[in-house]
């Protein structure tokens, strides 16, 4: 099994019910199918996933070998871990129980890393549904890149290899984050390496309010923190390129919201917060010069 190019797929479930069919279906319908699947079921308690991971294991329809490592509940950074170690090929998809994939993910994100050696591991753009239907593109690129913001999708195909050297996913890491910090890990254990992206919504992205990638974000500077003390030599070696990445997205947003303002202002529909920043605007960030545009009588 670990010749050639072969595919094992790794899939993390805990009480998805039925979308960790749909995530399992998904991978079987791939154009270039993987080996074997490995689903790992985090310490499921609901009584409907349980059954589901039951009937998939005795399920002898599905195209694709599969097998459901049960353990007790670690996180998904322990889950992860635990289906890796389990597999044997070259590369490896990582792919999240409520998620999906387009039938040619594995076709293109594995041609990118054959035709690239210096590529650990490729992804896609995501096709985001439930409460938010929009196309999101993540860029990837390489350690520099991934200093400011995650810059890769957690459903990834990787080089086994560059897992192994990286030690994996940091199983504390229990409240988000946990897939940036693993491919900075990657990226720092193979000097030179970067991370590819295919230009294609090829993930289907479930989204919710109440989702764990959502409630990280309350802990977003607590969790930087943790990542920038954690990769401290990367961080002191790339600084500027960590700091001019963080100003680049503050830019944006803040061209993004000053058009919204200006927008707003004219039709007269300003919130109270709005209003409240245009009587004392922010200095030293841009704030004050946005504030000047938003009143100027061109703008």
Request: hydrophobic letters at 40%; aromatic letters at 6%.
């Amino acid at each position: 099994m670990n010749t050639d190019n072969t595919i094992e797929a790794v899939i993390t479930s805990y009480n998805q019910k039925s979308m960790i069919r749909e995530a399992v279906e998904s991978v079987c319908r791939q154009t270039i199918r993987p080996v074997r699947i490995l689903v790992v079921d985090d310490g499921s308690t609901d009584e409907m996933s349980v059954s589901i991971l039951n009937e998939l294991e005795s399920d002898c329809g599905i195209s694709v070998p599969l097998e459901v490592i049960r353990q007790p509940n670690g996180g998904v950074s322990a889950a992860r871990n635990a289906g890796l170690r389990q597999t044997r090929s070259p590369f490896v998809l990582v792919l999240d129980g409520d998620d999906s994939l387009e039938p040619s993910f594995l076709e293109e994100t594995s041609n990118l890393l054959v035709e690239n050696p210096s590529l650990i591991a490729a992804s896609s753009w995501l096709h985001t549904f439930g409460v938010l239907e929009a196309v999101v593109r993540p860029s990837g690129g390489d350690a520099a890149a991934f200093l400011s913001h995650n810059a890769c999708p957690a459903t990834h195909l990787l080089r086994r290899r560059a897992f192994l050297e990286c030690g994996g996913y940091d199983e504390t890491m229990r409240s988000g984050f946990e897939d940036w910090d693993f491919f900075l890990n990657m990226l720092e254990a193979v000097p030179g390496s970067s991370i590819g992206i295919v230009e294609k919504p090829l993930i289907n992205y479930r989204t919710a309010p109440a989702s764990s990638n959502i409630k990280s974000m309350e802990k977003r500077l607590t969790l930087m923190r943790y990542i920038i003390e954690k990769h401290i030599r990367l961080y002191r070696e790339l600084v500027t390129d960590a700091v001019l990445g963080i100003e680049a997205i503050s830019m944006a947003r803040l061209y993004g919201w000053e058009t919204e303002m200006t927008a707003s202002r004219s039709a007269g529909r300003l919130s109270g917060l709005s209003e409240k920043f245009l009587e004392s605007p922010s200095y030293g960030d841009g704030g004050m010069a946005a504030a000047v545009r938003i009143v100027s009588p061109h703008s």
